[in-house]
């Protein structure tokens, strides 16, 4: 089916200037208005950047600073005791713990969304849909220190069920093997993020869904497709790089989520072989953990912590974007 | 064409940076400090004994934030007395306090732990002539609060609570505990140890009293963070309190005024003749077997954690108030003098036991208002 093939483009909403406008605004600022506005958006950028590289200076400063006198290895202790002399910390255990977390989020979070997005776009009628996107946006005004109350009191008391039941029928796996503790596991922590990731999911996903041609699922509707084959065969490969835009986003707050996680886990430096085990923690968990009491020592290496969150999170938008644009060129959309 | 598709490209991947970085900073600046508002009750202090002097301005506080609700009730009775000072005492933390007391952000600092020396050096360049010194000023006990279904009375000897804090005892119907407790149905449950996830005060007093008292059982160094393995963890005192009130078979060590509502507190079998109780004159009469052990006018203590002395609750904390003895800021000198008179004075620690406090021992705290009169 042709369809598939070219529509992966992820659409801008914004309409793309031509190449005559471009040349216009790029050469012939004539008039002062123009100029003026050249300066000052250009000026912005500049200014952008230079805030960018200043911060970005001074976290490899201090972070340098703490990982000098880092007694153990920084990327493979398993401890973090900023107080010892001399002082030993590493970031294995947050790194483990940030990426599963954020995998579990994403595991969970990214099929329902699509699932909502579709479902709101394809299926309800439009009187039933718009209200639940709208309470579906909602979720996201909800500050995550909210998220992280309703995780500690409600959740976690309400997750011994699951975990009986995953340790009876998948404790073999080792992964799902239950001890009996309070459920302040990564566990929990990635179904909570997973939860604050979903409006972020949807609400773009959504957007995408709506910008698929008419013409597209018309033309498959009038080959005798069913609705879940126009789905299959225009939205989905459509909306493919949007949803993976959306997903990233998603991952980006999975990834940074601070209080939320502070509140639900029960950390400690160990990597757990269950994901059902209390422990672990996650870089901007153990940040917003450690501050208030760190000394100036103690507080160089949460940033160098930081730094490292800082750098994971780009790779992972890097890797993003590269899959993207991959899609792209390959796509007869953009010919 | 090509070209400027590529540079869009470029720019895409630069904002997408950035505006992760923002989103990244965004979380992190979220307040972590407001949830420890455990206390809630008011003190109202006779505003007729409050000596405001030549007092006001604004006075800026940071530090500790086990004794925030100490300082918040001292604040009102005193503002309400004092009008023309304001007191802003932001309990962001005893490290954030120093910190900021070394880098003369601020007129006094609270700390759950002393000076260190490197920190008194640190000072020097703050106090003009001076340096920092600590003066006792809040007392507190740390109740090791439990929920075991069918106890109502506990009690526990250190050697125990650090075998049952380093995973070394599992279950609530272990001998030693049977032997410690033997009129007590001691149900066959998992025993839950929470302790704190943030770097704390209360946990440096409460491993530094298992260091004292039983050093074969409990062989960490000790210090503000959480150093045993194993246990699970929650955050603040009231994290602690949380946690041990949902989760059967819990324990946890938090300080008192988080101990109440489903949660009942552990007695401690210190050697004296009857197990003592964490309650607040019990706490005072810990403080008073201390030592002073700071030079000059720094009056820092040094409990007597083993202590077996007949009703002294041995795990015990006492915050300090930190300032410079001489060369203390001209334009805040007058409003911290009165502030802290105030405090130290038999009003200002009488508003403590109302709010799950320990007041200071009479002897130390003469010595404290003493040192405080002769603040320059």
């Not at chain 2, 000072?123 to 001076?130: H, R």
């Not at chain 2, 915050?319 to 003098?337: F, M, S």
């Amino acid at each position: 089916m042709d369809i598939s093939t070219q529509s992966t483009d992820a659409p801008p909403p914004s309409p793309q200037p031509s190449v005559t406008e471009q040349k216009r605004s790029s050469h012939g600022a004539t008039r002062p208005g123009d100029r003026i506005f050249l300066g000052l958006s250009r000026g912005s950028g500049i200014f952008l950047l230079v805030i960018m590289a200043a911060i970005a200076v001074f976290l490899t400063y201090r972070a340098s600073l703490a990982i000098s006198k880092d007694h153990g290895n920084f990327l493979t202790t398993f401890e973090w005791n900023t107080n010892l002399v001399p002082p030993t910390f590493g970031i294995a255990v947050l790194a483990f713990g940030t990426v599963i977390s954020s995998i579990i989020a994403m595991v969970l979070a990214v099929p329902i969304a699509v699932a909502i997005a579709l479902f709101i776009t394809h299926y309800a009628p439009r009187r039933f849909g718009g209200p639940v996107a709208y309470v579906i946006d909602l979720l996201a005004a909800v500050p995550s220190i909210v998220y992280g109350l309703w995780g500690a009191l409600i959740l976690v008391p309400h997750m011994t069920g699951l975990y009986g039941w995953l340790d009876t029928y998948l404790g073999w796996t080792g992964i799902f093997s239950w001890q009996g503790g309070a459920p302040r596991s990564m566990l929990t922590v990635g179904i909570l993020l997973a939860i604050m990731i979903l409006p972020i999911i949807t609400n773009v996903s959504r957007e995408v869904f709506r910008q698929v041609p008419q013409m597209h699922e018309e033309a498959a509707l009038a080959l005798g497709a069913t609705r879940w084959e126009v789905i299959r065969m225009s939205v989905l490969p459509f909306g493919r790089s949007g949803v993976i835009s959306a997903s990233m986003l998603g991952l980006g707050r999975a990834l940074g989520e601070t209080m939320a996680v502070a509140t639900v886990l029960s950390p400690d430096f160990l990597i757990h072989g269950s994901l059902l085990d209390p422990g672990g923690g996650t870089f901007a968990q153990n940040i917003a953990s450690k501050f208030g009491e760190a000394t100036e020592q103690g507080r160089d290496a949460l940033i160098a912590s930081g730094l490292v969150l800082f750098v994971i999170t780009l790779l992972v938008n890097g890797a993003a974007r590269a899959i993207i644009a991959r899609r792209k060129e390959y796509s007869g959309a953009n010919a | 064409m090509k070209l400027q598709r590529m540079n869009r490209r470029a720019l895409t991947l630069g904002a997408l940076a950035v505006s992760g970085a923002l989103a990244l900073t965004a979380c992190g600046s979220d307040d972590t400090g407001s949830k420890d508002n455990g206390g809630g009750k008011t003190a109202t202090a006779a505003a007729g004994s409050i000596k405001c002097d030549d007092a006001k301005g604004q006075l800026l506080a940071d530090g500790s934030s086990a004794q925030k609700n100490a300082i918040d009730a001292w604040v009102k009775a005193f503002t309400q007395a004092c009008s023309g000072v304001q007191i802003n005492y932001k309990g962001g933390g005893s490290g954030a306090g120093v910190t900021a007391f070394t880098q003369g952000q601020v007129a006094f600092a609270g700390s759950d732990s002393a000076l260190k020396p490197e920190e008194v050096t640190a000072s020097k360049k703050v106090c003009n002539g001076g340096t920092g010194i600590d003066l006792p000023m809040v007392g507190g006990p740390i109740a090791v609060g439990f929920n075991v279904p069918g106890v109502e009375k506990l009690v526990l000897d250190a050697p125990t609570l650090a075998k049952i804090f380093d995973s070394k005892i599992s279950k609530w119907n272990d001998e030693a505990i049977k032997k410690l407790n033997p009129d007590a149905k001691l149900p066959d449950l998992k025993i839950q140890a929470f302790h704190r996830s943030d770097e704390s005060g209360t946990t440096d007093n409460f491993t530094k009293y298992l260091i004292a008292a039983t050093p074969d059982n409990w062989k960490y160094s000790g210090g503000k963070a959480w150093q045993a393995k194993g246990g699970q963890s929650a955050p603040q005192s009231s994290g602690v309190a949380q946690q041990v009130k949902q989760t059967s078979g819990a324990i946890g060590y938090m300080e008192l005024s988080y101990a109440k509502d489903g949660i009942k507190a552990a007695a401690i079998d210190t050697g004296a003749s009857a197990p003592v109780e964490a309650t607040i004159e019990n706490t005072t009469k810990a403080i008073a077997d201390a030592k002073v052990v700071g030079t000059g006018s720094d009056l820092s203590l040094e409990l007597n954690r083993a202590t077996k002395a007949e009703g002294a609750y041995p795990i015990t904390l006492v915050t300090y108030e930190i300032v410079c003895d001489k060369g203390n800021k001209a334009d805040t000198l007058p409003a911290t003098k009165a502030f802290l008179r105030y405090i130290a004075s038999e009003d200002g620690q009488k508003v403590l036991s109302g709010i799950d406090y320990a007041p200071i021992p009479t002897e130390i705290i003469a010595k404290v208002r003493t040192t405080i009169d002769a603040l320059s």
